[in-house]
């Protein structure tokens, strides 16, 4: 343990266990996590823990972010407030001489550089429940400065369930080391009284002229004596209140808590940014994740830099305006995307597994809502589908570009759980959330099968979400498939495959059942001269040799009678192996067996504007026959 030599902080010193019973636990080691460790990956991971520890009541979670440059007089003092001469500034110098340590040498001269300024970021957060707990339990507490990849969340509507976000705090401190002052929710104004305390994370060490091994984690801390040893503690009371003004995470007394970073830097940035750019990233990045926490009045915002204060706010980020209006217009009656920035929705199906204990599991569903874009539209995530829950954050603007044909382009949403609607959530909805919950990975930007899937349900949540995806993907087809003036109305309940254009009923050959084997999607329009077409095609059975696509085009009358075949001109497909072959005014596509879809194009001769099959007298329809060579006789 390391001693004051001078009284700075009234009984606050730096404690490093050296190993033995208390001990802090690890749960796994954070660096096998891929987690992106960029300034985004930082606003999203601190801004899910705080959400996450909402209070049960009717005000939002408030964050502010506020950078504080300190030099001369003004970071002397902070330092010594820190017990940087009598508590860090040793073991940084012994990390240094490690290995992979020279990081820790160089910030011990800027430390030590009259000349050199020392950024602090202050994450501070309010109407949340604040470090709630002791060192021994379970805890909120525990969880922050005691644990790692162990998580205390509030409930099954939590943004994540491995503990790996709060790792980004120390991850962007220079110095490794970070400050916290809360105000535990629960306190009376008789009992109110900050809690203060300091970890930093180092590698193991040694001091030089002492034996001893050093674990990594230190505490700046009061330290008490335990049956188990001497433990650290935070610090309470006046002396909380000085130590927090002097180390800048003095805050007002209502729940929350305020976390420093010292020496705030980005370490997938060579350069350190200005921090007004640093600002504004923190803004955009914090209406990317999440505007639908934002908009609902869950969650405010803020970002102070010493010149300005921003304020997160969802129609300042262009790139998600048309998934707000999606989120908006979900249940609105529209059953067709006619023209730009029309939305239209379906109720997906998410049939969940029973949990690992028997207990049975209501069938729940998910609402997918789609908006066609308009070319005013920011394309930054065209053709995504925003995948969020109950907790209000976007785990994932997936990519769903293959849906998407000619100008039939698109933002959707995917709102799941307790976000589904904005009645209190049923108790299906609420089984949604905690099963989504559990296929987060430690990341949290995938639904995916996950071990906490695997202790929670029972065998089939594997199946339950691919089916969820893969019928969210149909339903996209559905809705991004309708032509202008068509008549079909769609299901409020996605449950088969769509139909889409045309009557040409898809086959097999061999001894199989004529089925569905295909997803066909495709749309058609008058240009003034040709008709042009597009559509998408893909096998879904597994196994194949090849298959084959005949596209021809006939016209309609408007008795609804059909016509002479339109001759196709030009047809054009973008993936490899794949043969085209253009006769007789229509188009035969031949495919290998890796081929796994088929997007096409093309248009039909010209037309004189008299003529029967112009357009100007009533449409025209694509006729899609396809035939699949399968590998083993079997009903698909």
Known sequence: MTRRLKDTAGDAEWFFFSGGPGAPRYGDDPTKHSVDHDSEAFVREVLQNANDQALDDEDPVRVTFRFVTLSGDDKESFLDTLEWGTGLRDRLEAVSRAKHGRRYGDLVDRMEDPESELRLLIVEDRNTTGLTGSWEEDSNYAALVRDELYSSKQDDTAGGSYGLGKSVLWTFSGASTVVFNSYPAGETDSTKTPRVIARSKFPTHSLPDDDTTYQGAGWLCETEQTEDGVRPASIAGEEAERLAEGLHVGRPETSGTSAMVVGFQDPTRDERPDIEDLAEEFVEASVKYFWPAIFRDDLEVTVETPEETYEAKTEDVPSIRPFLECFKSRFDENKVLDSPGDVAGLDIPLNIPPRADGSETPDGEVRLATRLASPADDDTYLNRVALFRGAGMVVKYYDQSRVAFGDRNFHA??????????????????????????????????????????????????????????????????????????????????????????????????????????????????????????????????????????????????????????????????????????????????????????????????????????????????????????TEVEEH
């Open 413 to 630: 949403i995917l709102a799941s759980g307790e976000a589904r609607t904005d009645f209190p959530p049923s108790d299906s909805d609420q089984e949604v959330d905690r099963f989504l919950r559990f296929a987060e990975p430690p990341e949290h930007d995938e639904w995916e099968s996950t071990e906490n899937l695997r202790e929670q349900y029972q065998r089939g949540f594997r199946t339950a979400l691919e089916e969820m995806f893969n019928t969210m993907r149909d339903g996209l087809r559905h809705l991004v498939a309708k032509s202008n003036g068509g008549t079909d109305v769609l299901s409020d309940n996605v449950l088969n495959r769509f139909p889409i254009h045309g009557n040409g009923a898809p086959r097999t050959t061999g001894n199989s059942a004529p089925t569905e084997v295909f997803d066909i999607v495709t749309s058609s329009q008058f240009d003034g001269k040709h008709w042009t077409f597009s559509g998408h095609i893909e096998p879904i059975v597994e196994e194949y040799e090849g298959w084959t696509v005949e596209v021809s085009l006939t016209g309609i009358g408007e008795d609804g009678s059909r016509y002479e075949q339109i001759p196709i001109e030009s047809i054009s497909v973008e993936e490899e192996n794949v043969t085209k072959v253009h006769e007789n005014g229509t188009a035969r596509i031949l495919a290998d067996t890796p081929t796994e879809h088929v997007s096409f194009e093309g248009h039909s001769h010209a037309t004189d504007k008299d003529d029967m099959l112009s357009g100007k007298v009533g449409e025209t329809q694509i006729e899609i026959k396809a035939e699949i060579q399968t």
